[in-house]
């Protein structure tokens, strides 16, 4: 936590930018959730301590992943698993619980990445 016992700005954000996930899951176009997810992934990133992956840096990844992320976007929207699984990563980061933010964001990284291997042919 931050000086005077409040979390860090980008922490802050977390449950919000995983409501916006959540919100546009099923409700907008395929890119609209992925940027939403990436808004997530870049707070996740910016939160952890030692992570030396900058703003832009994250942002550029993206961007250049963008077209193979969005392979994957409608079963991403579709897995109300992996929805959850980003509300409850939001919230044990918020709690400082940390082997449970690790399990939790192996957990999405790995579905996420299925989804994408399975859209493009390679999983």
Known sequence: QAAGGRLPRSVQDLSFLAGECSARRLGGP?????????????????????TEVSSSL???????????LMAGAGRQ?????????????A???????????ARL????????AESVERALGAG
């Open 58 to 68: 994250y942002e550029e990844i993206g961007r250049r992943l963008l077209p193979y």
């Open 105 to 112: 964001a192996s957990t999405i990284a790995r579905r996420e």
């Open 30 to 50: 395929a890119e609209s959730f992925i940027r939403a997810d990436l808004e997530f992934h870049k707070a996740v990133a910016s939160a952890a301590r030692g």
């Open 91 to 101: 919230t044990a980061i918020e709690a400082g619980e940390i082997r449970s933010a």
């Open 77 to 89: 929207a579709r897995d109300l698993g992996l929805d959850q699984a980003h509300r409850a990563l």
